[in-house]
């Protein structure tokens, strides 16, 4: 199986700050890493698809980079409704996996 | 416009079977490409992928559930069956089920999950 291992586990910001999440596979996956947030007691929205590509409706202060093994999620300017979980996975070669999230709270 | 909705039980007791079905419109299962997927998520713990079953019934599994699970599909219902045998406590989760996108596999579209409860 491939292994996700996002950091940080969580991670306090303000309202405006910048803030960027880094997810890292075991072995290459060329672009097949997505990126997904969560709020409590909802199901899991897709932001991020094939690394970089905007999903559609989401907004443009939502980015993804990387290829191979080390990627990353950032959000350019942190809106209220920024706070909750974001999960990283890989969809290059079953198993699909998940990393374990990094939930972003407000400081 | 796509929508996905699990229905089952919400408690099962140890050593039984556990039944889910996802109930889907805005797409068919039929169409080339076209594939469905369940994940969990344990209580305050991470996404776990289960199963994938595409438009041609080819399925996918989980190595660590494989023996416990079964996914199949009424394509003339909309729907998406999963089984898993033998639940534990272990197994309480909420289930989702999601739409796969056809051009990336990744999952654009997610039913709103039922918690099932493992307990005697």
């Known amino acids: 199986d491939i292994q996700m291992t996002q950091s940080p586990s969580s991670v306090s910001a303000s309202v405006g700050d910048r803030v960027t999440i880094t997810c890292r596979a075991s072995q290459g996956i060329s672009s097949w890493l997505g990126w997904y947030q969560q709020k409590p007691g909802k199901a899991p929205k897709l932001l991020i698809y094939a690394a970089s590509s905007l999903q559609s409706g989401v907004p443009s202060r939502f980015s993804g980079s990387g290829s191979g093994t080390d990627f990353t999620l950032t959000i350019s300017s942190l809106q209220p409704e920024d706070f909750a979980t974001y999960y990283c996975q890989q969809a290059n070669s079953f198993p699909y996996t998940f990393g374990q999230g990094t939930k972003l709270e407000i400081k | 416009q796509i929508t996905l909705k699990e229905s089952g039980p919400t408690l099962v007791k140890p050593t039984q079977t556990l039944t889910l079905t996802c109930t889907f419109s805005g797409f068919s299962l039929s169409t080339s490409g076209v594939a469905v997927g369940w994940i969990r998520q344990p209580p305050g713990k991470a996404l776990e992928w289960l199963a994938l079953?595409?438009?041609?019934?080819?399925?996918r599994y989980s190595p660590s559930l494989k023996t416990r699970l079964t996914i199949t599909k009424d394509t003339s219902k909309n729907q998406v069956v999963l089984t898993m045998t033998n639940m534990d406590p272990m197994d309480t989760a909420t289930y989702y089920c999601a739409h796969r996108n056809s051009s990336w596999a990744f999952f654009d579209y997610w039913g709103q999950g039922p918690l099932v409860t493992v307990s005697s």
């Open positions: 079953i595409y438009w041609d019934d080819d399925q």
